[in-house]
């Protein structure tokens, strides 16, 4: 008879377990989910939740939309051809303090991607010395940036200010992305990058340039490393999180698994296939740098968002006159509380 019971039991648990498979794998209604992936190493939990069906996972089928910088991106979502977009947090707090009526659904990169590089033949006597020390060897020097007015040229003005220097102080030189900022550099015509990877990744492989300050670190000012936690978050739109609140649960779970896969180091071969498919270097020693530029996005790919990393993204912007007014970011997340 215990026998008997414990059989029932155990048909019982099966069922509750299929059960709940069954209502995880319908949750998103089966609803297409278009997010943004960029150039290079790209939105990196995102090509995780595709290439491992976490979408599908939950009910739903999430598409990459490869799109070159995060206006363009925000741009894209709040005309309605992307649903979740991965974007800076300046970028996305300077759409909604316009009038973009946005919300937050967790990080695409939790800290910074800049660091700042500098070309071999710059002479740096204070760089064992670190930030802020470093930052006077730097004076009246050109410095190169992804776009004039963009998060890389605010982010080094922060760095200047932190050593107690003027932006005046170096001369500001747009050079794009990594695949055009390295030959600017390694060619002299600036002498030192504030940019994302991979650029890190081919100083550090070919040796043809060097680390001064890594933000991703947390190097650099104190301002800086209080953005690190909300850097770079999923953009959302405010209308379609009210409308498909059973999409955004899926979402929600989908990118956890895919921060557990990412952030698990036995994955590490597989993540970085992942990224091949995307992106491939065609030059010696290609994929020995992409595999350390893929191995330096691993600590920010954290989905969980810090609530006080967003409000000092905001605070931060004020301060550098980049908003009108201060900007509350719990109108930004889905749970305020």
């Not at 296939?273 to 992106?279: C, G, P, S, V």
Request: hydrophobic content about 45%; some cysteine; glycine content about 8%.
């Amino acid at each position: 008879m215990k026998k008997y019971s414990r059989s029932i039991l155990a048909g019982f648990g099966l069922f509750a377990a299929a059960a709940t498979c069954m209502a995880q794998a319908n949750l998103g209604g089966g609803e297409t989910v278009r997010i943004n992936d960029y150039p290079g190493v790209g939105n990196p939990l995102a090509r995780v939740v595709v290439a491992k069906q976490f979408c599908e996972k939950y009910g739903l089928k999430c598409t990459l939309q490869t799109i070159p910088g995060a206006p363009l991106v925000l741009q894209a979502l709040i005309g309605g051809s992307i649903d979740v977009g991965g974007a800076a947090a300046e970028v996305g707090m300077q759409a909604a303090a316009k009038g973009a009526d946005l919300k937050v659904l967790g990080n695409a990169l939790r800290d910074t991607n800049f660091f700042l590089v500098a070309n071999n033949t710059v002479n740096l006597p204070n760089l064992a010395k670190g930030y802020p020390a470093v930052m006077a060897d730097l004076k009246g020097k050109k410095i190169g940036v992804t776009a004039r007015g963009s998060g890389a040229e605010l982010q080094f003005v922060e760095l200047l200010a932190g050593a107690g220097m003027a932006n005046t102080d170096v001369t500001f030189v747009a050079v794009g992305a990594p695949d055009t900022a390295y030959p600017a550099l390694t060619n002299n015509q600036v002498d030192a990058v504030l940019s994302f990877e991979p650029l890190a990744a081919f100083c550090e492989v070919l040796k043809t340039c060097r680390m001064v300050v890594d933000m991703r670190r947390g190097e650099g000012s104190a301002e800086l490393r209080k953005l690190n936690g909300a850097a770079a978050p999923l953009w959302i739109r405010a209308q379609y999180a009210k409308e498909k609140p059973q999409v955004i649960e899926a979402l929600r779970r989908a990118f956890t698994d895919a921060e557990t896969f990412y952030q698990d180091p036995a994955n590490f071969d597989e993540v970085l296939k992942i990224h091949q498919q995307y992106f491939k270097l065609n030059q010696p020693q290609g994929d020995k740098i992409l595999a350390a530029a893929i191995k330096a996005s691993v600590p920010a790919a954290v989905f969980k968002l810090d609530k006080v990393a967003l409000q000092a993204n905001a605070d931060h912007l004020l301060n550098k006159k980049q908003l009108p007014q201060r900007f509350d970011t719990t109108t930004l997340l889905l749970d305020p509380r």
